[in-house]
């Protein structure tokens, strides 16, 4: 599904091939919702396969594939790989990105991941399958899993199952569901519905994040699966049950105040503030009044101690309700409560309603009607209902113009805290300024760039963005983050526009465009390369390391590295970038989706890890390597987008020469002809070697880049 956060209108859509090979998809306004990126300078053609591949070519081979970029389903033949992941839906009738995924782990294990907006766990396979006792296999690099169209499932994990009807060559699919269980369907020619033949998970309260924190899932034989709230907390969003729920009192750290309540055969998973193994029950509830971060605890036997474990918890998610549980958990609350709910005390399984077999009768009773004049009536009515129509209109015409009002206000008084210092333009002006966006000099996902002519003759650079995409989003980033910046190698802006649903960004006007535009001209010499790749190094290092807030890019790549008429560069494009306290590490899960663009994003935004500025030293060591050999990190390399193919291959040819210089003739850029500063080079790809390093610890931050580059400036 193509850009599916920010879908396009149902009617005036269309999607488009390009002259330039670019295939796009464009919303009623006729702004670009969704694009492949994709430039061909032979004929293109798009072509459904039989396979349900959609495929967009040229006589040279594969330019983008729908394969490479599943949503949150697979299909017959189709790789998961481990740049590519299964995202489910947010739910059955939202299909924006949920919660749930189905990847490849730093291990090389494939699991189903809960990614929510404040926790990450890993739900299957359960952590003491995901080892070799397990049936599982680390050792494997290849991380790829696939299935064929008789039902057999493999992984390079050494897991693999078959369809309960195997065999049989139908239509399958493998789906992440909105549920965040992944489900194998089946369907027969003649048949107008799908059929599980497997599922990973039998048990659905076994899913993390189903029913949200602070509850519990238990199972319904006559109802299915069932949420509940903890005792002394109320459901959060009576439409959502993944938002869980809140305490419905303020329980302070005073031990005097709180008590527990004991709820029988609940299990609440993870996030313990630690083990205690063969403590008492008294000494547990102690342990846990001591700590005011302590929500409640888990009491249960582990294997066969005689004195059960504690374990006291920080975060009451994942939890479940289970008959064959032996253990039990205790709820902190405050001692008020204990008495008004002694029937929980005992578990929930022990609260029932007592409900007479004997059904209700209605009581039977007569009552006598008046007469009454039926065309007095009738006037009557009519008469009240008209009055009631008008006054009704009235309400709601006063009602919209004064929120019509309030909302504008409010929008334009947010956008002047954000963009103090710019220049408000007009609309009107801004058409004029680019002759009614005649002249294209730019586009990406969140809106198109026109060079304009502003009123007193300079010439400037102007996005509008789409505000029906992720463009307001986008605005208001680019507008709060460029107005802390001020430094020679970032982009500058002079000014914005807000009126109605249009949003503008008047930025400075580079006259050589983009890096990726010049890349392949014979106009950068090494001396201009090795000074972009100074250049933008420190534009990121002031990012991370020089202003009030720590500020991430999140998009490093040629295309946002823009170039003045003397090829000095300026990082632009601050729409994905992220905003942090000085020393923050930031949570994948603060993230509302990956940010970046393939080929350049670092391993972290996959495997769930903690996204630091590393991620920017990443993506800018593939930039290098792309200034140094001229190659692209996202060409199609044997059916999928690699670009540790183009790290690997410089590595290996790196390795292999043992010192001898002629290595560089297999690496370096052919338009560069042989003319480069061998030792420059060759300091240069270490650097960018250093920059892409898999472990981000083992990366420079971009500081200690700029001091490398400067210092083998200086010398040489």
């Not at 389903?73 to 299964?86: A, E, G, K, V």
């Not at 009123?455 to 507008?479: M, P, S």
Request: charged share 25%; net charge neutral; aromatic share 10%.
């Amino acid at each position: 599904m193509a850009n599916r956060d920010f879908s396009v209108n149902g009617k005036r859509s269309k999607l488009s091939l390009l002259e330039t090979g670019d295939l796009i998809l464009s919303d009623a306004g006729q702004s670009i919702a969704w694009s492949t990126d994709t430039f061909s300078l032979s004929s293109t053609e798009l072509r459904l396969y039989d396979n349900g591949n959609l495929v967009l070519q040229n006589t040279e081979g594969v330019l983008w594939q729908s394969f490479d970029s599943p949503t949150d389903t697979l299909l017959p033949s189709q790789p998961l790989t481990r740049n590519t992941q299964l995202v489910s839906s947010r739910s059955r009738a939202n299909f924006s990105s949920g919660y749930y995924k189905m990847i490849f782990d730093s291990y090389k294990i494939l699991i189903l991941l809960y990614d929510g907006p404040k926790l990450s766990s890993v739900y299957w396979p359960y952590a003491w399958l995901r080892s070799f006792e397990g049936g599982r296999v680390r050792s494997n690099n290849s991380r790829t899993a696939s299935f064929d169209s008789l039902g057999r499932f493999t992984s390079s994990d050494n897991f693999s199952f078959i369809s309960a009807d195997y065999g049989v060559r139908i239509q399958r699919r493998l789906t992440v569901d909105y549920d965040g269980n992944a489900r194998l369907y089946s369907r027969k020619e003649d048949s107008p519905t799908w059929v599980v033949s497997w599922q990973a998970k039998s048990q659905l309260c076994e899913i993390h994040g189903i029913c949200g924190q602070n509850s519990t899932c238990s199972y319904d034989p006559v109802s299915g699966n069932k949420c509940s709230c903890l005792p002394g907390y109320k459901r959060r969003n009576t439409a959502d049950w993944s938002d869980g729920c809140e305490p419905e009192y303020n329980l302070s750290c005073d031990n005097e105040t709180a008590g527990f309540m004991k709820l029988r055969h609940v299990e609440i998973y993870h996030n313990d503030l630690g083990s205690f193994p063969n403590v008492s029950l008294e000494m547990c509830k102690k342990i846990c009044l001591q700590s005011c971060n302590c929500k409640g605890f888990q009491y249960r036997h582990i294997e066969n101690s005689i004195t059960p474990s504690c374990y006291p918890k920080s975060i009451m998610a994942n939890g479940q309700r289970t008959p064959s549980f032996s253990g039990d958990f205790y709820v902190k609350v405050p001692k008020s409560s204990l008495f008004s709910n002694m029937e929980v005390v005992s578990g929930i399984s022990d609260f029932k309603l007592n409900c007479s077999i004997e059904p209700v009768k209605p009581l039977n009773r007569v009552y006598s009607e008046e007469r009454e004049n039926g065309t007095l009536k009738f006037m009557l009515w009519f008469a009240c209902g008209l009055g009631g129509i008008e006054i009704i209109g009235i309400f709601l015409v006063t009602c919209f113009l004064m929120k019509s009002q309030k909302d504008s206000n409010k929008a334009t008084q947010n956008y002047h805290s954000i963009a103090a210092g710019f220049k408000r333009f007009t609309y009107s002006e801004l058409k004029r300024a680019t002759r009614n966006f005649s002249e294209e000099i730019g586009r990406g996902g969140g809106g198109v760039v026109y060079k304009g002519t502003l009123w007193n003759g300079q010439v400037a650079a102007i996005k509008r963005l789409d505000i029906t995409n992720q463009g307001e989003a986008e605005f208001l980033a680019e507008v709060s983050i460029i107005g802390r910046l001020n430094h020679m190698n970032l982009i500058g802006m002079w000014g914005y526009c807000v009126e109605g649903k249009h949003r503008l960004l008047v930025y400075d006007y580079m006259e050589n465009g983009s890096l990726a535009k010049n890349l392949s001209l014979k106009a950068l010499d090494w001396k201009k390369r090795f000074d972009i790749a100074l250049g933008t190094a420190r534009g990121l290092a002031y990012l991370h390391d020089e202003c009030c807030e720590w500020i991430l890019h999140c998009d490093v790549k040629p295309h946002n590295i823009l170039l003045d008429s003397n090829y000095q560069p300026k990082v632009a494009d601050f729409g994905l970038s992220k905003l942090q306290d000085r020393g923050e590490v930031v949570n994948h899960s603060n993230f509302s989706k990956i940010r970046g663009t393939r080929g350049y994003m670092a391993p972290e935004w996959v495997i769930n890890l903690p996204i630091t500025s590393k991620v920017d030293v990443y993506s800018y060591g593939i930039v290098v390597l792309e200034l140094v050999t001229g190659k692209s990190p996202v060409m199609e390399v044997s059916g999928q987008i690699d670009n540790k193919r183009l790290v690997a291959s410089v590595r290996e040819k790196k390795n292999r020469a043992d010192g001898k210089a002629s290595w560089f003739e297999e690496i370096i850029d052919p338009l560069l002809k042989g003319e480069y500063d061998e030792v420059k080079m060759e300091i240069l790809v270490q650097v960018a070697l250093q920059c892409v390093e898999e472990d981000r610890d083992a990366r420079p931050t971009m500081s200690r880049v700029v001091e490398m580059l400067l210092r083998l400036e200086n010398d040489y």
